[in-house]
């Protein structure tokens, strides 16, 4: 047992019974590097990372290897969603090293955390020109001790060259139709004609670009970014990326068609694409996107959701095959021999048929990722309904992934934000009754005296990792959402005092932002990154939700700082839209004014009700709703708006201008709609 036994992070407690003498993260390890005067080698991953966990059983449970690493090394273990900040420090040196990225994280560090030496995953024997990861142990080693004016000459420089950088994040002024049109663009040239989404293999759900085009449509009409948006969100439910038994999306997929995923399901892929199928529904009346967004939501409740009533980060790609093996896949594929064995003969050559199972297998040894071909012809909507039910429930029998059950702020930030408007848009008042469980939780656990965030918890129990941007940015983004949905001011407010903590603690001159608070531990470098990438970077989700307080409020320190942000959307998205679609999201609010919706009356009420739900369903790009009763103390835009003729009214607002207040449903979806 290492010192790894007592931590929170599934993902280290993964390795606590490894021969590698691990430390957590901390002062404590490196000290204990100066005091023996060895380097640090930094290992960090996930959970749910396939290659972590084959680096993990190849190297890490390995007794002579273990051996090597404690002889000549302090080993450092880290989750990489306890502490993005030092994922991002070091995996930003690694990008800028080798040209590449990824996890398992391998660097080699001073005993004052300076990297000298990079890369990845490392082999147990040297193959298809990876060095094996013996041999890096005693090149680093022999380096150290031969030739360590040569090291620390690297280190130096590495560190100097990483302090040097500066983030050109825009000129003055906002992006504008120019820079957004140009964002459309480049979308446009990007876009996968064939198989949808943009770009090759490996093809990652594209999320945030999807909210772009769909908020640009509704704000301008621009129907080929509908298209591009709907067509994408039919390949991937119908590809083997989405889970067509139970529900939800995998990580990515790894072929350009969307046919195999990498298996592991994550809470930000799920809350995001869920938000984003229910947002397609509002657009187009999708009888496809409507079960979407409904089976992710539910996914997320059935799989994710912990008995505190938060939600866990994500599910592990590898599971037990039956045999014993560790197999990535091996809960979610299936062969024909398989199908008939749940299901008898003639239901195995339909089911086949409609998921497109093969003999020779769409996955490995045959076996198949199940997926809804085009070719399938019209299927029987109740036998297929009694398929799945049975495959589901022999599905349940056998081994299932592995669930990293921690809360992370940031992705319960996003779920919540996902369920609530799902269960608005969608009639499933449980949903939001389950994003409202999980909001209760943040406040409990997350959020100390002075509405400081602590970044994740388990089992109740807050950690000891300081909330990041994401963080407050992403929670605020929930409670904002939850405010709106469910008429409760107190998620106005706690959205308030996270923003102010980003106003203080996040924000540097000229609008900039950083990734750590001002007070954080000092890294070698203080992180700084706007592009959005697997979820929205705390930049562009901190633009949004200052945006929609700002909205909300009326604040002028809060619009004019989300305005700020936003410049680095003026220099990066016609260059990259791909990597900044949430900031073009906020883009197209700020662009359409946000729309700030006041509807007044007695929540018993039907006129109310109704002039509620068309608010609701009203696609203008990050429009705000308060509803309530007339100068209600609930939200700031409810004072001084009274009944007309006795009657709910609804008032709109934008761009510091306001229509009349209307109590027709059909006049108020009008002036939403233009």
């Known amino acids: 047992?290492?010192?790894?036994?007592?931590?929170?992070?599934?993902?280290?407690?993964?390795?606590?019974?490894?021969?590698?003498?691990?430390?957590?993260?901390?002062?404590?390890?490196?000290?204990?590097?100066?005091?023996?005067?060895?380097?640090?080698?930094l290992s960090v991953g996930y959970s749910a990372c396939h290659w972590c966990h084959v680096m993990a059983h190849e190297s890490f449970e390995d007794e002579t290897t273990a051996a090597l690493v404690n002889e000549h090394f302090v080993a450092v273990k880290v989750d990489r969603e306890e502490r993005p900040d030092v994922d991002a420090v070091y995996m930003e040196a690694v990008q800028a090293a080798t040209g590449q990225g990824g996890w398992p994280m391998t660097v080699f560090l001073t005993p004052d955390a300076e990297p000298f030496y990079f890369g990845t995953y490392f082999p147990p024997e040297a193959r298809h020109g990876m060095p094996s990861f013996s041999d890096v142990l005693d090149g680093v080693s022999r380096a150290w001790t031969e030739r360590r004016d040569e090291v620390d000459e690297v280190a130096g420089?590495?560190?100097?060259?990483?302090?040097?950088?500066?983030?050109?994040?825009?000129?003055?002024?906002?992006?504008?139709?120019?820079?957004?049109?140009?964002?459309?663009?480049?979308?446009?040239?990007?876009y996968d004609a064939t198989d949808a989404g943009f770009g090759g293999a490996p093809k990652f759900p594209p999320s945030m670009a999807l909210e772009f085009l769909l908020r640009h449509h509704a704000r301008t009409g621009a129907e080929g970014a509908l298209q591009m948006a709907a067509a994408t969100c039919e390949a991937m439910a119908r590809g083997g990326i989405y889970d067509q038994l139970g529900g939800g999306f995998a990580r990515y997929a790894v072929d350009r068609a969307w046919v195999v995923p990498h298996f592991e399901k994550m809470l930000y892929d799920n809350s995001l694409l869920c938000r984003v199928y229910a947002h397609l529904w509002r657009a187009t009346g999708s009888d496809l996107a409507r079960r979407v967004a409904l089976e992710t939501a539910?996914?997320?409740?059935?799989?994710?959701?912990?008995?505190?009533?938060?939600?866990?980060?994500?599910?592990?790609?590898?599971?037990?095959?039956?045999?014993?093996?560790?197999?990535e896949g091996a809960y979610y594929v299936w062969t024909p021999g398989?199908?008939?064995?749940?299901?008898?003969?003639?239901?195995?050559?339909?089911?086949?048929?409609?998921?497109?199972?093969?003999?020779?297998?769409?996955?490995?040894?045959?076996?198949?990722?199940?997926?809804?071909?085009?070719?399938?012809?019209?299927?029987?909507?109740?036998?297929?309904?009694?398929?799945?039910?049975?495959?589901?429930?022999?599905?349940?029998?056998?081994?299932?992934?592995?669930?990293?059950d921690k809360i992370?702020?940031?992705?319960?930030?996003?779920?919540?934000?996902?369920?609530?408007?799902?269960?608005?848009?969608?009639?499933?008042?449980?949903?939001?009754?389950?994003?409202?469980?999980?909001?209760?939780?943040?406040?409990?656990?997350?959020?100390?005296?002075?509405?400081?965030?602590?970044?994740?918890?388990?089992?109740?129990?807050?950690?000891?990792?300081?909330?990041?941007?994401?963080?407050?940015?992403?929670?605020?983004?929930?409670?904002?959402?939850?405010?709106?949905?469910?008429?409760?001011?107190?998620?106005?407010?706690?959205?308030?005092?996270?923003?102010?903590?980003?106003?203080?603690?996040?924000?540097?001159?000229?609008?900039?932002?950083?990734?750590?608070?001002?007070?954080?531990?000092?890294?070698?470098?203080?992180?700084?990154?706007?592009?959005?990438?697997?979820?929205?970077?705390?930049?562009?989700?901190?633009?949004?939700?200052?945006?929609?307080?700002?909205?909300?409020?009326?604040?002028?320190?809060?619009?004019?700082?989300?305005?700020?942000?936003?410049?680095?959307?003026?220099?990066?998205?016609?260059?990259?839209?791909?990597?900044?679609?949430?900031?073009?999201?906020?883009?197209?609010?700020?662009?359409?004014?946000?729309r700030e919706i006041a509807v007044v009356g007695a929540p018993d009420d039907e006129g109310f009700r109704a002039l509620r739900r068309t608010a609701l369903h009203a696609g203008s790009p990050g429009a705000v709703l308060a509803a309530g009763l007339p100068d209600g103390g609930e939200f700031p835009l409810l004072r001084d708006r009274p009944l007309v003729g006795g009657r709910a009214a609804a008032y709109v607002c934008r761009h510091f201008v306001c229509d009349a207040p209307t109590t027709d449903p059909e006049l108020l979806a009008r002036k939403l709609g233009g």
């Open 1 to 41: 047992m290492n010192r790894l036994a007592g931590v929170t992070s599934p993902y280290l407690l993964q390795h606590a019974d490894n021969p590698v003498d691990w430390w957590p993260w901390g002062p404590e390890a490196f000290e204990e590097a100066k005091r023996r005067d060895v380097p640090v080698l």
């Open 157 to 190: 420089k590495i560190v100097r060259d990483l302090s040097a950088r500066s983030l050109a994040y825009g000129g003055d002024g906002v992006p504008g139709e120019s820079e957004l049109a140009q964002a459309l663009l480049g979308l446009t040239r990007d």
């Open 298 to 327: 539910d996914f997320m409740v059935r799989e994710l959701r912990t008995p505190e009533g938060g939600f866990a980060s994500a599910l592990d790609a590898d599971s037990d095959d039956g045999g014993g093996r560790h197999v």
């Open 338 to 404: 398989q199908l008939a064995a749940v299901l008898g003969e003639d239901d195995a050559r339909y089911a086949a048929r409609y998921f497109g199972v093969t003999e020779e297998g769409t996955f490995e040894e045959g076996s198949s990722v199940l997926q809804l071909p085009q070719d399938a012809g019209v299927a029987d909507a109740e036998r297929i309904a009694s398929i799945k039910e049975r495959l589901l429930a022999a599905r349940d029998e056998r081994p299932r992934p592995g669930r990293d």
């Open 408 to 594: 992370v702020a940031a992705w319960n930030g996003l779920a919540i934000a996902a369920l609530a408007e799902t269960g608005a848009l969608l009639d499933r008042p449980d949903l939001v009754d389950r994003a409202t469980e999980a909001a209760d939780l943040l406040v409990r656990v997350h959020l100390d005296d002075s509405a400081r965030l602590t970044r994740t918890s388990r089992d109740g129990h807050a950690g000891t990792n300081a909330g990041v941007l994401e963080d407050y940015a992403d929670v605020a983004e929930g409670f904002l959402a939850l405010a709106s949905v469910t008429g409760e001011g107190v998620w106005l407010e706690f959205a308030g005092f996270l923003l102010d903590i980003v106003l203080d603690r996040f924000t540097a001159e000229g609008g900039a932002l950083y990734d750590t608070a001002h007070d954080a531990e000092p890294l070698i470098r203080r992180p700084q990154d706007p592009t959005d990438n697997a979820t929205p970077s705390g930049w562009t989700a901190a633009a949004g939700a200052l945006l929609s307080y700002a909205a909300h409020t009326g604040s002028e320190a809060h619009r004019n700082a989300a305005e700020a942000a936003l410049g680095v959307v003026k220099a990066l998205g016609p260059r990259a839209p791909r990597f900044i679609g949430w900031g073009l999201a906020v883009a197209e609010a700020l662009l359409d004014g946000p």
